[in-house]
């Protein structure tokens, strides 16, 4: 399944998870950047896990551009959230926010990753919400358990914003 061929985009979903490492370096926080700011001129709403890295460029990109960004914290402290947050819900959650980053979402972009990412990204494959990989997880299931389905992997923000472009248009 791809994120062109998933079930139609358009409905009232229009939120896609930016997801990846809080400690990443300055090439994924640019793409990172780009992919915010391209989600918000599509209008779509950007949800993070509202803390760093991946998740503040993201968000930072998403509201230089005019949009909106929802940062769905692990911990209970609003202040925790990274200063492009629009919206802060402190889950107190911890490592188990991740389901509601992943479902709160028609689409994930992984940028780079980490174990809280492929995390992520296990969750949106499972949940059948289409997953696009920049320098992200490559996965290859186990014989027997395949499902087809994928990580979509994209070259750069503009790769994957012009298949979302696509996709939400249908």
Request: charged residues 15%; contains cysteine; glycine residues 14%.
């Amino acid at each position: 399944m791809n994120v062109v061929s998933a079930p139609p985009l358009s409905g009232r979903l229009r939120q896609v998870a930016v997801v990846g490492p809080r400690d990443a370096d300055v090439g994924l926080e640019r793409i990172a950047l780009e992919l915010g700011a391209g989600l918000a001129q599509l209008g779509l709403v950007v949800v993070t896990g509202g803390l760093g890295g991946v998740m503040a460029a993201a968000c930072r990109g998403a509201v230089e551009a005019g949009g909106t960004t929802l940062g769905l914290l692990p911990g209970e402290d609003v202040d925790a959230a990274n200063p492009w947050v629009t919206t802060v819900v402190p889950t107190g959650l911890g490592e188990a926010r991740d389901v509601l980053v992943v479902r709160a979402a028609a689409v994930v972009v992984a940028v780079g990753g980490g174990w809280g990412t492929l995390a992520e990204v296990a969750l949106a494959l499972r949940s059948r919400i289409p997953v696009l990989g920049i320098d992200s997880w490559e996965l290859h299931p186990p014989p027997g358990s395949d499902d087809g389905t994928r990580i979509l992997p994209v070259a750069d923000a503009e790769a994957a914003l012009d298949l979302l472009r696509a996709a939400f248009a249908q």
